[in-house]
């Protein structure tokens, strides 16, 4: 049945073929619904008009209908602003702007009659209004408003006519068309159980509001059904899953586990580490499939963990494959497993793209016949060609954009999906994990090994060069070695590789005396190798690099990271670069180096890093900072739906108390033949079949 939703926007009276292209260009509306679901940004009560007399401080947005009698340039700097004065007749009050001056002088008149709509609030012994809103008062029509709705358009829509007043005449027409409701899209039981409005009425409220509590009442409605697939979608998916799939069991914990936890173990495990070994084993011993998240911080010693996992695998006979996000990292863990397992009667091996050749051919043979028990690699491991004799723990590093459709890749290595542990120093806010790894069950390591000192963080200017330059001359007399980061962006690529150079160059010509390496990701592999190689010995004191270091190298002698253009970066790979120092038992610095202009949210950027180590809260404020729509994964993972209203970094408490409601129902209604119920199975059919990522997992 064709559904009138589903028509193509510009048969819609008003719209037409060019103004459907700006539509759907600007801001992706395509069909009616898209349209319908194209909510105002704000709205503002046109039902009633104030008297200037009436006005005090502190009163919500009011609405008033006068005329500028004159306009005034007050203050000099970052306080000059432009005054307005403004009169009904009852009274004067001053309009003030402090951005866009030249705009508001072109576009308003004197002696004109305005209605102004905004907050009221006292400046010195008079009430003004900040930034209001002024239309022409011939153009309202106070009658037939109520609230009004504003909607948010581009500079190229608004030149075209389509301004938000357009928007709204437009959704007027949408509604006209719309002669029948669209169908409901949750089942009766859920809206009557968490009173819930129907569809159709909390679309047009969206629109058409005729008070504020109806806008909240309709909003509440359209992000708990948004929230609500999502999660019954990934919760779906999870109890398939561990229905249809069981585990291999590891039932013992063997000669090899306890023969390195005796005697090959070269430090206390944390309280934490021990925690998420318990947890993990338990997992692998209980005949269902783990699917675990471990998220510690940078330097919590996961690495460890992932290696006594794995010999918990070998110990039951099953192989174990680790994946590094790069070769760096993948060759790191695989020196650090050949040192840590000298002696013991376990074969590891490394793959990655660069092992050509006949010694390839051999691994991969070695591998299916189940002679090699640990391979260590990089994503190359997914491929194909590598076989395993019995895989069965895949352990990935470092990748917090290892969704579900991704690891679903991994269950076609075998009969039985291997178990999987992901780790990630990226901690991850509830919200997304609940969305992004919803199927995941997580273990945290809430504690850095002993003797680490936290490292201090500090925000230093360009022209600051001196004293930054005479803090790292400090270090390196003590002993340490110094990072110095640039950044790097991948569309500019050459430029970025400019700045490296000069930045090389400054400081040989600032520290002639020491030896100063560079790495960048235009290096073969093995220059790079060679390079991190020569700093791990201690054979150079400085390594200017690109992010390349920003997961992998360990050189707990490291001390100091200085970070260039740290405006240029997110908080979650500001946190992680830092994590490359405060590795030994010294006291490390991390030095933020940006220019003197700053937006306002690179300034709370670089003080969140300057106040806090921890993760989490980083993590978090990044979701609030970002929205986590830039957030990586979000994209990638195939799993978020196209979130219209709810928004991860604000509805965490709705998100959660939703999950409960989609939970129960998938525990009610495993079979999905539950009348009740059987709408709600249908909607979230279609919203998969419109959703191309999700192909792959089911
Ligand atoms: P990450 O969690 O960032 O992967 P690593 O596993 O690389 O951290 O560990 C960082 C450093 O801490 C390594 O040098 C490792 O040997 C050391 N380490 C790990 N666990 C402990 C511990 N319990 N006590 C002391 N040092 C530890
Ligand atoms: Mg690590």
Redesign the pocket.
Known sequence: MFDIADRDIKFLPGVGPQRAALLEKELNIRTYRDLLYYFPYKYIDRSRLFQIRELVADMPYVQLSGEITSFETVGEGYQKRLVAHFTDGTGEIDLVWFKGLKYVTDRYKVHTPYVVFGKPSQYGTKINIAHPDLDAADKIVFSTMGMQPYYNTTEKMKRAGLNSRMMEKLTHALMEQLKEPLPETLPECVLKEHKLAPLMESLRTMHYPNSDESVRMARYRLKFEELFYVQLNILRYTHDRRRQRGGFVFPRVGELFNGFYHDHL?????NA?KRVLREIRQDMGSGKQMNRLLQ?????????VALMSALLAVDNHFQVSIMAPTEILAEQHAETFAKQLEGLPVKCALLTGSVKGKKREAILKELAEGEIQILIGTHALLEDTVKFHNLGLVVIDEQHRFGVAQRARLWNKNVYAPHVLV?T?TPIPRTLAMTLYGDLDVSV?DEL??GRKPVKTLHQYDAQRVSINRGIRQQIEQGRQVYVVYPLIKESEKIDLKNLEEGYRQMVEDFPDYEICMVHGKMTPAEKEAEMQRFANHETHIMVATTVIEVGV?V?NASVMVIENAERFGLSQLHQLR?RVG?GADQSYCILVTGYKLSEDTRKRIEIMTQTNDGFEIAEADLKLRGPGDLEGTQQSGLAFNLRIANLAKDGQLLAYVRDVAARIVEEDPDRNKPEYALAWSQLQKLRKNNVDWSSIS
């Open positions: 070269p430090f206390a495990l944390t580490q510690g911080d940078v330097g919590s010693g996961k690495t460890m780790m120093a390591i090994p002993p360990n707990p994590g590795r």
